[in-house]
């Protein structure tokens, strides 16, 4: 029995040298119990023991040639049929499943398994395709047809008014990329789309297959880009303003026109680009909910119910905001006109970190002033402290030392200033251990040392450690438990903290509007419903 062996590799297991078998008896042991289980095993043990007891000599396990020639009329031949058998598993040394090594020869054990001499290869679908997989046949087949259909009688090609029904029909994406499409296509600037040129950008470009994410991604990027930059974005903000029924007022000022697009992009950027580096990719782009915005404001006429980056009264609010503070009018705010934001909430160190250019770097070109993109990235980040980008925007604010921590004497630094300005204002002033309870409370941070980023994004009260340390108005707001907030939560629960803010503002900013128009004699501006009856 010593020369009996078993083959590993036709048995499927992994590769295991001969030492490492002899070390490892158990496993050895294991296996050849399950050998020993099998039916053939048993009828061959029987076989053999039957030949032994009528006194028939054994040569089934003698080495060389011979032994092989006498046992293939053997009991352990029938057991192993060499041809029989299916095929192994292909396997090569890395565990591809590709290709099967060829064998030298045969073990002295034979195997129910059909020994494989030759390289087998197994064909993988491609998988991956640089430019989108292609379509189906069927699919190809349909879409075509409804492009025949669409271009039925116009041999020279479509315009960009009849090209829209091709936006709708064809491509199912928002009706304000028809002319970001047309301009794709229309690469010779002959003003017409033929047939045959949108055939070969929509379908064997392969972008009838891709998710709309991609499709919106594809469309607006520059050729030689892997990222869009915000001018991407203007001709999909110029056709919007010329198309939406609910921006058709604005057709008749266009340099506000211009304010709107430019604050729409700004808050794409705000909240999408989290790299902040102006190159937003198409992972940004899917993790991001642009897409679904897209969608609902090609949807809704009211384009105030758009809550996500193309609500007009939110860039009410915040231009608004801006010319309060932008006493001169030059569309630049210096230290001092921020620091009379929202009646002189804010206190002077958090002002001065934020004219560092800490939590972001100004794309203003003069020194020492804000621009109104700048300021736009502000005002998102102080009145919706519960997003991430804000979070992170405060976050590097407080952290003096830049390394990734706050710890007391951060904390305590920036509260010092609040402590005084309650003691100047008779309030009720709060001791800083007291505080510094408090916001642990609040953030519960893994390490009772120091709070870190990760702390405050789980927490949901993370926007109220920031009003504490720099914001004195919503602190006194949130020691008061103002009922008015919590009464507007509860009416809305599905809204931002912006969401709400800029609602609050755009009532505010628009009544003093009606009352500055009916003081100046507008009779236009008056309501009859405004007045109050005894």
Avoid at 236 to 254: C, D, N
Avoid at 306 to 332: G, N
Avoid at 517 to 524: H, K, L
């Amino acid at each position: 029995m010593e020369s009996l062996t078993l083959d590993i590799e036709l048995l499927q297991l992994p590769e295991t040298s001969p030492m490492s078998m002899k070390s490892n008896q158990e496993f050895v042991k294991k296996l050849f119990d399950q050998w020993l289980a099998l039916p053939e095993t048993n009828r061959l043990v029987a076989s053999l023991v039957n030949d032994i007891k009528s006194g028939v000599a054994l040569n089934v396990f003698s080495g060389g040639s011979s032994a092989t020639n006498s046992g293939s009329n053997s009991p352990l031949a029938s057991m192993f049929p060499a041809r029989n058998g299916p095929p192994l598993s292909p396997r090569n040394s890395t565990g591809s499943p590709r290709i099967t090594r060829q064998r030298t020869g045969l073990s002295n054990l034979s195997s129910p398994l059909k020994v494989v001499s030759d390289h087998v290869k197994e064909l993988i679908p491609q998988f991956y395709f640089e430019d989108g997989r292609p379509p189906p046949n069927d699919q190809k087949e349909q879409c075509i047809a409804k492009i025949n259909t669409l271009f039925h009688g116009h041999e020279d090609g479509l315009q960009l008014q009849e090209f829209k029904l091709i936006t709708s029909e064809i491509c199912k994406v928002p009706s304000f990329l028809t002319t970001s499409i047309f301009k794709k296509v229309n690469t010779n600037n002959t003003g017409f789309v033929k047939r045959e040129a949108f055939i070969d950008y929509w379908v064997k470009g392969n972008m009838l297959t891709k998710e709309i994410a991609t499709q919106i991604f594809t469309i607006l990027k520059q050729p030689d880009k892997k990222y869009l930059v915000q001018d991407d974005f203007k001709p999909v903000l110029q056709e919007l303003l010329a198309t939406h029924p609910g921006l058709e007022f604005l057709q008749g000022t266009p340099e506000f026109q211009d304010r709107y697009a430019e604050t729409v992009i700004y808050r794409i950027y705000y909240y999408i680009n989290r790299s902040g580096n102006g190159h937003l990719t198409l992972r940004e782009l899917k993790r991001g909910n642009l897409v679904d915005a897209m969608q609902h404001a090609d949807e809704e006429e009211d384009i105030n119910k758009v809550l996500r980056y193309f609500s007009y009264e939110h860039f009410y609010v915040i231009y608004c905001k801006f010319w309060e503070l932008d006493t001169d009018h030059d569309f630049l705010i210096d230290k001092e006109n921020l620091i009379r934001y929202s009646n002189h909430a804010l206190t002077y160190r958090i002002v001065d970190r934020i004219f560092s250019q800490v939590p972001r770097k100004f794309t203003s070109k003069t020194e020492g002033k804000m621009c109104y993109e700048d300021f736009v990235y502000f005002i998102l980040a102080e009145e919706d402290k519960s997003s991430e980008p804000s979070l992170e925007y405060w976050f590097k604010c407080i952290d003096l030392d830049a390394n990734g921590v706050l710890t007391r004497n951060e904390l305590q630094f920036f509260y010092e200033e609040q402590l005084h300005r309650m003691e100047c204002m008779a309030q009720e002033a709060v001791l800083f251990e007291d505080i510094l309870c408090q916001l642990f409370d609040m953030v519960k941070p893994e390490d009772e040392g120091y709070i870190c980023l990760n702390d405050l994004k789980g927490s949901k009260l993370s926007g109220n450690v920031f009003n504490i340390l720099f914001n004195l108005n919503k602190f006194m707001a949130f020691e008061t438990r103002d009922p008015f907030l919590i009464r507007q939560e509860r009416a809305n629960p599905t809204w931002t903290e912006w969401d709400r803010f800029a609602h609050r503002e755009y009532i505010r900013l628009s009544m003093e509007e009606d009352v500055e128009d009916a003081s100046n004699g507008s009779a236009e501006a008056w309501d009859d419903s405004l007045e109050v009856s005894f």
